[in-house]
């Protein structure tokens, strides 16, 4: 079974960046929905963002949660089975624990479903 490990977390002030990493130990299908989520303390896991490559040419996609749309870039590296969000004008309540998710297509109405990575702490302090 592929495993996902989340790395690129940390301390930064508000307006700052930070890239996050996911690497998967194996392939990522073209079909699988790769997603970051994060969890605030206190509160329910959230999506925040979400890439899928595509069988074919330009039928991947992205979706981004309203909250963070123009500030997080969620992209994806298909030699290396790694996805990637980049955040950028970071705010306080951006703090939380971030995960990365793999879902096969029939998986992708259930929260829960699919591989989980063991999360990364992003703060964002002054």
């Known amino acids: 079974q592929v495993q996902l490990v989340e790395s690129g977390g ?12 996911c690497a998967a130990s194996g392939n990522i299908g073209a079909t ?8 605030a303390p206190g ?9 899928t490559r595509g069988r ?10 309203d909250s963070v749309k123009g500030r997080f870039t969620i992209s994806m590296d298909n030699a290396k089975n790694t996805v990637y969000l980049e955040m950028n ?11 990365c998710n793999l879902k096969k297509p029939i998986q992708i109405t259930d929260l829960q479903a699919g591989i989980w990575g063991q999360g990364t702490q992003v703060t964002v302090s002054s």
């Open 10 to 21: 940390g301390l930064v002030q508000p307006g700052g960046s930070l890239k996050l990493s």
């Open 32 to 39: 699988d929905v790769v997603g970051w989520y994060r969890q």
């Open 43 to 51: 509160k329910q896991r959230e999506v925040v963002a979400s890439i």
């Open 56 to 65: 074919f040419r330009n039928t991947g996609f992205t979706n981004y949660a």
């Open 89 to 99: 004008n970071l705010k306080p309540e951006d703090t939380a624990v971030y995960y």
